[in-house]
C-alpha cells in the first residue's frame, strides 16, 4: 500500500487484519468487496501502520489477534469504526484473565464484534459489562472461526454470509 495511487473508492474502506492463510478472511472478505466495501488486507503485524486511505478515512477490522490488535491502535488512528471478528476477549480457557476485554472498553471508535457463541476465547455466557459503543452480534452455535456443529441446521458458510451482512449494516453498505 506504500507509494502506490489507487482511486478513491466509492463505498467504505476496510483495512482488516489477518493472517494471508485464514480461511475465515478468505471468505468474508471477498464476500464484502462484492458489495461495495474496498478491502485491504494487512498482516497483523503491520495493521498500527494502517489509519487511513489516502485522505479518507477507514474502518479497522481484523480476526482473532487482528482484531485484537486493530482495537488496541485504534484509538490513535481514529478509524470510523471497528468491525472485529472473532475478538480474542481473553486466553482460551480462561476467563477470568480480562485485558482484552479492557482493552475494547477503551476503544472511543464506535465497534461492532462478530462473535461465535460457542467462542473458547469469549462466549456470551462469560461476556458482560462491554462499552455501549461496541455492539456484539452472536453467531448462532459457531465456533472461533464460525464454524457450528453439525446438529445446528447450519453452516459455516452460511454464518459467514451472516456476518458480512451486519458489517456491511454497520459500513452503511446494503447485505
Avoid at 478468505?26 to 466495501?37: D, H, I, K, N, S
Amino acid at each position: 500500500m506504500t507509494g502506490s495511487s489507487m482511486p478513491e473508492p466509492e463505498g467504505p474502506v476496510l483495512v482488516f487484519a489477518c493472517t494471508g492463510d485464514d480461511p475465515l478472511g478468505q471468505v468474508f472478505l471477498p464476500q464484502l468487496a462484492e458489495r461495495g466495501v474496498a478491502v485491504v488486507r494487512v498482516d497483523p503485524e503491520e495493521a498500527a501502520l494502517v489509519g487511513g486511505y489516502g485522505d479518507r478515512s477507514a474502518y479497522l477490522g481484523g480476526f482473532s489477534r487482528g482484531a485484537r490488535l486493530a482495537a488496541r491502535v485504534a484509538n490513535d488512528l481514529t478509524p470510523m469504526g471497528l468491525v472485529l471478528l472473532g475478538y480474542p476477549f481473553h486466553p482460551k480457557g480462561r476467563p477470568r484473565e480480562r485485558q482484552a476485554l479492557e482493552v475494547l472498553a477503551q476503544v472511543r471508535a464506535p465497534s461492532l464484534v462478530l462473535q461465535g457463541e460457542r467462542d473458547l476465547y469469549g462466549n456470551r455466557q462469560v461476556i458482560r459489562g462491554v462499552s455501549p459503543r461496541v455492539r456484539i452480534e452472536w453467531l448462532a452455535d459457531g465456533n472461533h472461526r464460525f464454524v457450528p456443529r453439525a446438529a445446528a441446521g447450519t453452516t459455516q458458510r452460511q454464518l459467514i454470509e451472516q456476518a458480512v451482512g451486519l458489517a456491511c449494516g454497520f459500513m452503511g453498505r446494503p447485505a
